[in-house]
T-cell receptor, first 114, second 114 residues
Framework: DAGITQSPRHKVTETGTPVTLRCHQT?????MYWYRQDPGHGLRLIHY???????DKGEVSDGYSVSRSKTEDFLLTLESATSSQTSVYFC?????????????FGPGTRLTVT | DAKTTQPTSMDCAEGRAANLPCNHS???????VYWYRQIHSQGPQYIIH???NNETNEMASLIITEDRKSSTLILPHATLRDTAVYYC???????????????FGKGTHLIIQP
């Protein structure tokens, strides 16, 4: 079990507005991830974190920033939302540091940018 | 990460075993085979993984051929709730941690028929 909650679960926003999505884990996992899922593209990694204040870019990081000030929270920010960022966003965590490295996903946030 | 090939869709009768194949002919020695599934409108769910030995857990069994070029995920007694897209993923196990993203292909849409 990921022990992950995401908020909000649904959001509609206008082009040009800033948006922050929150991922909260009850586990104390070091690694956390943000993905987006779009039809025809599968899941794509946006950013990931390997510890408090330690983050790095994924495959599709342009237009997104992240922050991790506490182990349990990983925030994804769209500084100025665009219609191309309409998507379903999934947060995941991983125990890492072990031979398994499986990832556990949250329920997702459906974001619509109009 | 090695590329995988899966059938686009499969049907299985409820109560029967569902056998989902995956080809990964270019897998290298340090790469594991992972299976995830995604039920409609939910986040992906980790199922099982293995390196070269067959594995079983409470959800499924994973059979990996001796040459490791293909594998089969077995759901022993499929139920309607097992209807989902199943993803076979091959990825290396890095010694420094799990801070890399998963690459999901198109997967197999498994439909359990009543």
């Amino acid at each position: 079990d990921a022990g992950i909650t995401q908020s909000p679960r649904h959001k509609v926003t206008e082009t040009g507005t800033p948006v922050t999505l929150r991922c909260h884990q009850t586990e104390n996992h070091r690694y956390m991830y943000w993905y987006r899922q779009d039809p025809g593209h599968g899941l794509r990694l946006i950013h990931y974190s390997y510890g408090v204040k330690d983050t790095d870019k994924g495959e599709v990081s342009d237009g997104y920033s992240v922050s991790r000030s506490k182990t349990e929270d990983f925030l994804l920010t769209l500084e100025s939302a665009t219609s191309s960022q309409t998507s379903v966003y999934f947060c995941a965590n991983s125990p890492g540091g072990s031979p398994t490295y499986e990832q556990y996903f949250g329920p997702g946030t459906r974001l619509t940018v109009t | 990460d090695a590329k995988t090939t899966q059938p686009t869709s499969m049907d299985c009768a409820e109560g029967r075993a569902a056998n989902l194949p995956c080809n990964h002919s270019t897998i290298s020695g340090n790469e594991y085979v992972y299976w995830y599934r995604q039920i409609h409108s939910q986040g992906p769910q980790y199922i099982i993984h293995g390196l070269k030995n067959n594995e079983t857990n409470e959800m499924a069994s994973l059979i990996i051929t001796e040459d490791r070029k293909s594998s089969t995920l077995i759901l022993p007694h499929a139920t309607l709730r097992d209807t989902a897209v199943y993803y076979c993923i091959v990825r290396a196990m890095y010694s420094g941690g799990g801070a890399d993203g998963l690459t999901f292909g198109k997967g197999t849409h498994l439909i359990i028929q009543p």
